[in-house]
């Protein structure tokens, strides 16, 4: 029979032994996340998308993964007929190391495309808060965003503006203000590609443009694929 001291020694042997291999397991999955993500970058890029960022950092020891991004840049994002870059600042995701089923995620969001003559736009968001849901086998089954706000402008197309509450001939690219509150956007995917959505349940309340308000618009139905 262990004395009282050895059993005190013993038990804190076991404890320490179990902290070391929870930590070591934990920087392990970090690390996963790091060269998981590094992965994904190179993907992106052998595929012809221009990306940029600052290195990632990973904490949120001992109960979450938590990696950050400073900045991260997509050059050439097609957006309809135009050429778009997309910057995210401080963006934050966090999740259970022992379970990614579900990653939350924030993010600063602007989307700059500078046009030719018309079609330019320049919108920034408040946080973008969004979750992911993930399969056991590591791909994308559903994205979830919240943004606040979305403010920036529009050049107006065919040298058509606003003046006044009025449709009038403008020049040629005149900017028109945007303002948009509250904008939800849920995204069920197949195969593991946001490419592949077969549904998306928008709203959007306060949407502000110059010729119409948001009583013109229907608003939180589902559009299916």
Known sequence: MLSPNRAGIS?????????????????FVAGQVESGFA???ADQRAAGQVIGHTPMKVGGYPFKIRPKLTLITFESVKIDTALATATFEDVVAETKPWSFSRIDFNALARVVSPGSGSGGFDLQTDTVVGQLGMSSS??????????????????????RGQAGGADTPSTEGENIAVTVERLGVELRVEEGSINEAVAVNA?????LFPDFSADDLLLGNRIER
Do not use: F
């Not at 590591?138 to 920036?152: A, F, M, N, P, T």
């Open 39 to 41: 992965r994904w970058v």
């Open 11 to 27: 038990g804190a042997a076991v404890l320490i032994l179990a902290i070391i291999a929870y930590s070591a397991w934990w920087l």
């Open 203 to 207: 709203a959007i309340e306060g949407i």
């Open 138 to 159: 590591g791909k994308i089954e559903s994205v979830d965003l919240r943004i606040q706000s979305i403010g920036g402008w529009l050049q107006s197309p065919e040298g």
